[in-house]
Structures are given as structure tokens and as C-alpha cells.
């Protein structure tokens, strides 16, 4: 095993993911397809992709069906050929054995038309002539031939693995010994998790959605519960709810980046998943030496004693999660030295539990 050469290679942000549910009017599906030679320039190639063609995963194009390879270049908007075919039987999820009978296909397209339409029906020169894609279109199945491809299939089988939480794959690793496909995931939020509240619309940027509304909609009860306590009618509950999340949102970041350079230390493949998707259940991952992947919940407090607060979304995947999950408390946050504690699921249930706030609907 120590001979085995193993492939990495990312694919582009938002490119495949699954379990969310889109409420746009239109568009914002995943693209499943990654651009290989985009730039002109080629140290910004997807180089990592292009190894892959030579390992033995890559199918030759004379042993592969031709209807297969038609299903490939079916919906097309330009001329094309197919260059490359993968497919895996032998499939991981971040470590884990994917009991599966379906096979995952993926292939490399290159673009052969001279001239294409533009949007007014024009002829005009096609500037990504002899560009390549990785695609892994989700909706790819072909069972004929001896094969049994369907990839769609195997990201349900990935759902149910992820105990229904929504995910997004963010790459791959390919095992040349065993010929295995290892998926890399992360999981951005509940199964049906609204794809808005996943992504920014902000057309060009990349970047995602900062706000989460169920935070808010707390925050703003535990600030009434304060101006209860308080008995002082003349503040405003928005004046508490924004000094607080301010203090709050300053101390979190604070702790998980003390918390993420202390992690970094010891685990190369650490994520910080809360910072590209901040409707995560917790804020980190990396996959520990015995190849189990860890999910990390940092929490800060300005006292010298353990004391946060949990969503019940976050209690609950905690639940699921029980054997995998690990709580970083960092205490003293504001000092120049902080201070943490590591603490398991069993250490956490044996705390005090109180109920900060009830929210009642008909």
C-alpha cells in the first residue's frame, strides 16, 4: 500500500452538489463540469485533472460503446468530441466504502467548432476552440454493455450516507492500486436547504450568503429575553441584538481562527467549511490518521468558564454525528493568550442544559 499512487484533483466551487432545493425562478443548477485549459496561461491549468488521463482510470475510446459516447455528446451547444472516459466501480465517500452496485462516469470534452452562434444568431469565432471540460452530469445513467452508470444514483446513495444532509463535492481522489474513486465532501446544510441561503445571487463574485435568517430570528428572541431581565422598556431590542451579534460574530471568528491555526499544525487537509458555507452544522473538517473524517464545532466565550449556546440544528447533527464530532471551547477570548478545552459528545451531554428561548407557531 505504500507504493500506491493516489490523483488528486478539485473541481470548480458550486459545480456538483445535491439535497438542496432550488427556489430561484430560473437557472442556478449545478454546472457539473469543470473548465481544464480556461486561461491562455498554462500554470493556471487545471494540471491536477489533466494527470488523471494518465492513470490507469482513463478508458480507451475504441473499447467504449459508441452509444455511450453519443449519450456523452448529447445536448451539446457546440461541435465537440469526447477525448476521455471514466468510470469508477469501486467508489469512497471521504474515506468510507460506498456499498454500491451503480457505477460514476465522468469524461473530458474538447471543443472542435471554428465559428458558433452568439446570442444574435450570428456567426462569430469560437474563442474557446480546443477548450477542455471535466463533466460528471448528474443526470448521466446508462445501463446497457455491462455497465450499470448512473450517477445520480449514487449521489442519493451519498445523501443517505451523509444521514440527509445536503452536500456539495468539492473533489476527488483516485486510487491507481485499487482503482477507487474517493469523493471529498462537505456538508452545507439540511436535506432540501434552500440553495439561496447557500449562495450569494451575486452574478460574477463567487462568493456566498453571509446571513442566516434562523440566527437571526434567535438572536432577536434572546435579545427581548435580555430587555426582560433588564426591566428597562427604553432600550431597543435592535440595539441589542446589533452591539451583541456585533461582540458575537467578532469573538467567533476570533476562536475559530486561533482554533483553525492551532489544527493546522498537525492536519494538512483541514477545511474551514463555515467560512465558504456558513449554513454548515459546524465550522471545520479534516480527515484524522485513521482516515475518519472529523467534524469540529468552535465555540467562544469572553469568561474563563465552558459556556456557549447550540441551535438545535447544530445539536442535532451533533447527534448524528456523536462519534465524529469534536467542540472546541475557547475561553478568555479577548486575552492575548486564550485558553480551550476539548470537549467529546459525551463530555458535552453531562453539562448543564438550559432552554434560552421558546418559539411557538399554530
Not at 123 to 141: A, D, E, M, Q, V
Not at 214 to 221: F, G, P, Q, S, W
Request: aromatic letters at 12%; a neutral charge.
Amino acid at each position: 500500500m505504500n507504493n500506491k499512487k493516489i490523483i488528486r484533483f478539485k473541481i470548480d466551487e458550486k459545480s456538483l452538489f445535491y439535497g438542496c432545493k432550488n427556489d430561484f425562478n430560473k437557472g442556478h443548477t449545478a454546472t457539473v463540469s469543470t473548465p481544464i485549459n480556461q486561461s491562455n496561461d498554462p500554470k493556471k491549468w487545471h494540471n491536477d485533472i489533466l494527470n488523471l488521463i494518465n492513470t490507469n482510470a482513463r478508458l480507451s475510446i475504441n473499447d467504449v460503446p459508441s452509444r455511450l459516447i453519443d449519450l456523452c455528446q448529447r445536448n451539446s451547444k457546440s461541435e465537440n468530441i469526447i477525448q476521455d472516459i471514466f468510470i469508477f466501480s469501486n467508489i469512497y465517500v471521504d474515506g468510507r466504502k460506498l456499498n454500491t452496485n451503480y457505477q460514476f462516469l465522468m469524461y473530458i470534452k474538447k471543443e472542435t467548432a471554428e465559428m458558433i452562434k452568439n446570442l444574435k444568431g450570428n456567426l462569430t469565432k469560437n474563442t474557446h476552440l480546443g477548450r477542455l471540460k471535466l463533466h460528471y452530469p448528474i443526470s448521466f445513467s446508462y445501463k446497457s454493455d455491462n455497465y450499470n452508470i448512473d450517477n445520480e444514483s449514487i449521489l442519493k446513495e451519498i445523501l443517505n450516507l451523509d444521514k440527509g444532509y445536503a452536500f456539495i463535492v468539492r473533489g476527488f481522489e483516485y486510487n491507481e492500486d485499487d482503482k477507487s474513486l474517493n469523493i471529498i465532501t462537505s456538508i452545507i446544510g439540511p436535506e432540501n436547504a434552500l440553495l439561496s441561503t447557500v449562495f450569494r445571487v451575486a452574478k460574477g463574485t463567487g462568493k456566498k450568503l453571509r446571513t442566516n435568517f434562523d440566527m437571526v430570528t434567535l438572536e432577536t428572541l434572546i435579545a427581548e429575553h435580555i430587555k426582560d431581565e433588564v426591566n428597562d422598556d427604553d432600550i431597543e431590542v435592535k440595539d441589542i441584538y446589533e452591539n451583541r451579534n456585533k461582540t458575537s460574530r467578532h469573538n467567533g471568528k476570533k476562536g475559530e481562527d486561533y482554533i483553525f491555526d492551532l489544527l493546522s499544525q498537525e492536519n494538512t487537509n483541514i477545511y474551514h467549511t463555515s467560512i465558504d458555507y456558513p449554513t454548515s452544522p459546524y465550522d471545520m473538517e479534516y480527515v484524522n490518521e485513521k482516515g475518519i473524517k472529523i467534524y469540529v464545532e468552535v465555540k467562544s466565550t469572553q469568561s474563563d468558564r465552558i459556556y456557549f449556546r447550540m441551535s438545535k440544528y447544530e445539536y442535532e447533527f451533533m447527534e448524528k454525528y456523536k462519534d465524529q464530532y469534536t467542540l472546541y471551547i475557547v475561553m478568555n477570548i479577548k486575552d492575548e493568550f486564550p485558553t480551550y478545552k476539548i470537549l467529546h459528545y459525551d463530555d458535552i451531554i453531562k453539562l448543564k442544559k438550559d432552554v434560552v428561548t421558546y418559539q411557538f407557531t399554530n
